[in-house]
């Protein structure tokens, strides 16, 4: 299909890509705010009704999530924003910027959680219409499997850590909910503590979705990237024809999408039109080859008395 489909690579199909993979960012994070919103709503009616400390905190953290919606979702917006020449790669790490603010409502949402769930411990209180605070339950595991597996499969698609965290961190607010089901049958069966004991149990669930949502965004914001990515770019830089060796590969992510910057040892006879031809032979097979990268500058190097060169910045490093 690549080589009776048309395509090219110059800047204006970049942005085109960038635009459209923010559209389903947008776009995900809009409907997956709908349905937590409205998922977090009918749990609250039912914490009227009921006194459930349990289902306060699967209420409190799914608010919580519905509300990382809008940092992704500024950040979002903010990467659909050209480079200028101040911010010359864009703002596509505004993405990263917000993986942080959904850690801290993570963080938030477990503190709130824990202090409600201590305090039904230190004074207890009775759980009524059980049936419904399990039927509440079950709506509470519904509405966030049903966002988590948008988030994950759209995130992944796109190349987003920071929505891909936040899927999981719906999904694990999924499993806690049902959680509150088991608060329903403990009480059903004359144990009152069982409420606050599960309330504690979602905050330790939450401690752990905090825990790997803070390192897949610390790796972003490190610029971590998948070792195999690496070990695929070299092998598809080395494979060009007339490309001897590959040095130096680095990659970066900006946003959703990686940038890469390597040098390729070239014949030394070659002239600077041809070498410069291998360059650009280079990053479009980079381009085709590795998932997310949308651009890669690649230095060519003469494979004989390059080192002469070198040593014009040796000193300086």
């Known amino acids: 299909m690549h080589l009776f489909t048309p395509h090219s690579h110059d800047s204006a199909d970049r942005v085109d890509t960038a635009l459209e993979t923010s559209r389903q960012g947008i776009r995900t994070l809009v409907w997956s705010f709908v349905a937590l919103f409205v998922t977090a709503l009918a749990q609250l009616a039912v914490v009227a009704a009921t006194s459930s400390v349990a289902l306060l905190g ?6 919580a999530d519905a509300l990382t919606a809008l940092p992704l979702g500024v950040a979002f917006l903010l990467g659909r924003r050209a480079a200028t020449r101040r911010y010359t790669y864009g703002l596509g790490r505004a993405e990263d910027l917000a993986g942080v603010v959904v850690v801290l409502i993570i963080a938030a949402s477990a503190v709130i959680a824990a202090w409600q769930a201590v305090d039904r411990l230190l004074h207890p209180h009775p ?3 059980l049936w419904i605070l399990a039927a509440a339950g079950v709506i509470g595991f519904l509405g966030n499997e049903f966002v988590a597996r948008y988030r994950i499969t759209v995130g992944r698609r796109i190349g987003s850590a920071a929505l891909v965290a936040d899927g999981l961190h719906a999904r694990t607010d999924g499993f806690t909910s049902l959680a509150v089901v088991v608060s329903a049958i403990g009480a059903a069966l004359g144990f009152a503590i069982a409420d606050p004991i599960i309330g504690l149990a979602i905050t330790v669930a939450i401690l752990l979705v905090l825990r790997d949502a803070a390192r897949e965004v ?12 690496i070990d695929l770019a070299e092998r598809t830089a080395g494979g060009i024809p007339d490309v001897l060796s590959v040095n130096d590969l680095r990659m970066r992510w900006i946003g959703h999408t990686l940038r890469a910057e390597l040098a390729v040892v ?6 600077v039109e041809q070498a410069h031809r291998i360059a650009h032979d280079v990053e479009h097979e980079l381009v085709h080859a590795v998932p997310r990268l ?19 910045l040796a000193h300086h490093r």
């Open 127 to 129: 759980v009524g219409n």
């Open 266 to 271: 070239v014949d030394a006879g070659l002239t």
């Open 218 to 229: 610390f790796r972003r914001l490190m610029d971590a990237v998948d070792p195999a990515t």
């Open 58 to 63: 699967d209420t409190i953290h799914n608010f």
């Open 294 to 312: 949308a651009a890669a500058t690649v230095h060519t190097e003469p494979a004989a008395r390059a080192a002469d060169a070198h040593e014009t």
